[in-house]
């Protein structure tokens, strides 16, 4: 079945590391993207990327970073400088077409401990 | 620009009742709506989609929403609430003229069926 696949479920960070979450699709799809997700809150773009070796910083860019070598792949980086990264982390795909929608990973919870 | 909004942060119903999520969007050119659904700790699952045509859109597990071009709206609506459609509900427009091929998510509403 194709579908969007997100690693690791639960990832813990100690204050000052880098963490990578994982976000691979199947669907040949060519727009991917990151959002962060607070409790109970709605949803922020961090990063997207519309073609392979091409990314954007969306509304809270600062303190990530991604990468897209590969069209199934967009990783996405937890730098020591974000402050507070503690957060349910959401990856979607979605095709080039404007009539479709995302579909969505079933996300990344980062907890600094 | 494109633009949507969910103006209830929550909406409570009874169990057996109808039940409407609100949504409005402001676009441009054409909009292409979409309704979300996520339980906890889950991803968003797509629940419907208005393209074009008929106004009325049904969708998965009973829902379905209505697109009002005149009061630029697309509520989502159930004849009767179940206790398990508790979760939360984004909605999603593309702008027809947005070359960037975005969808904007409003800010989600919960949604409390209490039995």
């Known amino acids: 079945d194709g579908g969007i696949t997100q690693s690791p479920k639960y990832l813990f960070r100690k204050e000052g590391q880098n963490v990578t979450l994982s976000c691979e699709q199947n669907?040949?799809?060519?727009?991917m993207y990151w959002y962060r997700q607070d409790p109970g809150q709605g949803l922020r773009l961090i990063y997207y990327?519309?073609?392979?070796?091409?990314?954007q910083k969306g509304d809270i860019a600062e303190g990530y970073s991604v990468s897209r070598e590969k069209k199934e792949s967009f990783p996405l980086t937890v730098t020591s400088a974000q402050k507070n990264p503690t957060a349910f982390y959401l990856c979607?795909?979605?095709?080039?077409?404007?009539?479709?929608?995302?579909?969505f990973g079933s996300g990344t919870r980062l907890t600094v401990v | 620009a494109q633009s949507v909004a969910q103006p209830e942060d929550q909406v409570n119903v009874a169990e057996g009742n109808p039940l409407t999520v609100k949504c409005t969007y402001s676009v441009s050119g054409n909009p292409y709506l979409f309704w979300y659904v996520q339980y906890p700790n889950r991803g968003l699952q797509f629940l419907l989609k208005?393209?074009?045509?008929?106004?009325l859109v049904k969708g998965s597990y009973g829902f379905e929403a209505e697109f009002n071009k005149s009061q630029t709206s697309f509520h989502l609506k159930k004849p009767s609430a179940l206790v398990s459609d508790s979760a939360l509900y984004f909605c999603?427009?593309?702008?027809?003229?947005?070359?960037?091929?975005?969808?904007?998510f409003g800010g989600g509403t919960r949604l409390m069926v209490k039995p």
């Open positions: 979607a795909s979605t095709r080039a077409a404007v009539n479709y929608g995302y579909t």
């Open positions: 990327s519309q073609i392979v070796n091409d990314f």
């Open positions: 669907l040949n799809h060519d727009a």
């Open positions: 999603a427009v593309r702008d027809t003229n947005n070359a960037g091929n975005m969808l904007t």
């Open positions: 208005y393209i074009t045509g008929d106004n």
